[in-house]
Each structure stands twice: as structure tokens, then as C-alpha cells.
């Protein structure tokens, strides 16, 4: 594995090592054994837009292995006044080991990973959240013992975390139910690809029936970041499609609750489910920081 740009590149194997790793660093952390992987190694974090816990995350587990991250703000930056990508990868592979990158354009991403000569990491775009999505892998393992034959549901926008959530589930083994109004799907290139699982992968626009038998459900704000101005249009267009008790009653048993976070209470989640899962939802906000060391150790050691 060179980098980290979509669930689509990853290989069932590919993410069970790093789910594996995740776990093995986790345990390590909470008992005190110290995991210098990435001795003296400097990670660059660029970020277009706004974030609390893929920035936390990648500077503390950065330091944790040994390493350096250093944060770049794209308003700081010569791109964010119109240096091509091309020119920032190949500048940035001359000082540094590793490149995270939070940004809009899944173009800008992979172009990054093509002219640069370092690894380089997606903390999300439009696209995708491939990081968050190994985090809630192991979340739901590490609740749940396994991840085959278990039935993933996602109710809401079909945006970047719908998009790696499908991926991510199918590859694992799970079941994926997703219910999105209509123009809002997944995209197509995802439709496409869990087209080749038959019946393991479900397209409603029915919350109920996506949540039927769920042993998790996924839910994520209305209004992604960049979409602020379309705000109150989505308020009405997603109205129906929240995560609360009466769904939850489809649900099986011990169903779990996850939300990458952050969440808006009242709208595509109740404040009562919300907490009612809290503990969950928060071990899957602590695994983005096991989830990503293990990331950065695969690609930069
Ligand atoms: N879930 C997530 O990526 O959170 P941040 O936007 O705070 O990084
Ligand atoms: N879909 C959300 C996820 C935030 C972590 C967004 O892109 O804003």
C-alpha cells in the first residue's frame, strides 16, 4: 500500500492488516508499550477546510510514533492563492515523509499521490472519508467480534461517508443498506461497484427498510462542508430521513449507533439517540486516532 486516497484502491486484506495494526496500537497505547514506528519521519497536514478530529488525531498520533506533524493551512499556503497541485506535491516530497490532505476536489487528491514522490493520505473530500471509515470498521469489530455477515445501514445524504461506507462494508463482508432521498445517491461510480454484490447491497428511499435487521446504523449531517448555502433546502428535502427510537425499533436487537461526527442534533439524528449510543459513537471519534497511525505506519515505515 503506497497511500491512502479511497476505499475503491483497498484490497479486503489490505484493510483487515490495517484494522489489525489499529488494534495492536491501541493496545500498546492504553498499556504504556511505546511504537516509535516513525522515528524522526515528518508528516504535512494540509487542510482546506475546517476539522476537530482528523487534525487532533494525525498531529497527537504523528508524535506518538516517534514522528512530526506539521499543520498547513491552505490560507497559509501558496495553493490557496492558485500554486497548481502538481508543483506544491513535488515541492512538499522534497522536506517532508508523508502528506495528509483534507480538501474538496478527489482530483487534487490523487494528482497530489501522482506527482509527488511521498505517500500521501485523503482526510477527506467530497468524495470520500476513507480514514473515518477504518475507524468505524473497527469500531463495529471491536463492539461486534466480527464484521462478516453483519448488515450496515446508512440513512441520509449519499455523500463522501455514504460513499466509503458502502465500499468499506461490502468489502468486509457486511451487508449494506442505504437509504437516500431521490438526487441525492451515492455516486455513481460506488453504485457501480456495489453492483457486483448482488443483493448484499441495497438502494432505497425507505428509512425502514434499510434500517430492517440492521446490526448498525449510520447516519451524517444534511449539509456537508461546502454545501452551507444549500442549508435550508436540504433541512426540507431530508426531513424524513433521521435516526431516532421509531427507526431504531426496525433495527435488530443490540443494533449499534456510529456518527463520524460532527453531529446536528434534531436533524438527521435525535439528541436521545445520541446519547443512548454515546459510547459508542465516541469509541469510534478515539479509533480515528488508532485507525490513522495504523494508516501512517503502513504507508511511511
Ligand atoms: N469526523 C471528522 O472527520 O471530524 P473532523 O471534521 O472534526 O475532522
Ligand atoms: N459529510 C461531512 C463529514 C464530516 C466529517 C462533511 O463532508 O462535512
Not at 58 to 71: A, M, R, S, V
Not at 171 to 190: I, N
Request: hydrophobic share 40%; aromatic share 6%; glycine share 8%.
Amino acid at each position: 500500500m503506497k497511500h491512502l486516497l479511497k476505499m475503491l484502491d483497498l484490497s479486503e486484506n489490505e484493510i483487515l492488516e490495517l484494522l489489525d495494526l489499529a488494534d495492536q496500537l491501541k493496545y500498546e497505547l492504553k498499556h504504556g508499550i511505546p511504537h516509535p514506528l516513525l522515528q524522526g519521519k515528518t508528516l504535512g497536514m494540509i487542510f482546506q477546510k475546517a476539522s476537530t478530529r482528523t487534525r487532533v488525531s494525525f498531529e497527537t498520533g504523528i508524535y506518538q510514533l516517534g514522528g512530526y506533524g506539521l499543520f498547513l493551512s491552505s490560507h497559509d499556503l501558496q495553493i490557496g492563492r492558485g500554486e497548481p497541485v502538481e508543483d506544491t506535491a513535488r515541492v512538499l516530497s522534497r522536506y517532508l515523509d508523508g502528506i495528509m490532505i483534507r480538501t474538496f476536489e478527489q482530483a487534487e487528491v490523487e494528482a497530489l499521490a501522482s506527482y509527488g514522490s511521498i505517500p500521501v493520505i485523503n482526510g477527506l473530500t467530497d468524495f470520500c472519508h476513507p480514514c473515518q471509515v477504518l475507524a468505524d470498521l473497527m469500531t463495529i469489530r471491536e463492539h461486534k467480534g466480527v464484521l462478516q455477515g453483519l448488515k450496515m445501514c446508512y440513512i441520509g445524504d449519499g455523500n463522501n461517508m455514504a460513499n466509503s461506507l458502502i465500499v468499506g462494508g461490502l468489502k468486509t463482508g457486511m451487508s449494506v443498506s442505504v437509504a437516500c432521498p431521490e438526487g441525492y445517491h451515492p455516486a455513481g461510480e460506488v453504485l457501480d461497484f456495489a453492483a457486483g454484490y448482488g443483493d448484499k447491497f441495497q438502494l432505497t428511499a425507505s428509512c425502514t427498510e434499510a434500517a430492517a435487521g440492521a446490526d448498525v446504523i449510520f447516519t451524517d449531517v444534511w449539509a456537508s462542508m461546502g454545501q452551507e448555502e444549500e442549508a435550508a433546502q436540504r433541512r426540507e428535502v431530508f426531513a424524513g430521513y433521521q435516526v431516532n427510537d421509531q427507526l431504531l425499533a426496525a433495527a435488530a436487537p443490540e443494533c449499534m449507533v456510529q456518527h463520524c461526527l460532527p453531529a446536528h442534533r434534531g436533524e438527521e439524528i435525535t439528541a436521545q439517540v445520541f446519547e443512548a449510543h454515546a459510547q459508542e459513537i465516541f469509541d469510534e471519534a478515539e479509533n480515528r486516532l488508532h485507525a490513522q497511525k495504523a494508516v501512517m505506519a503502513t504507508v511511511m515505515r
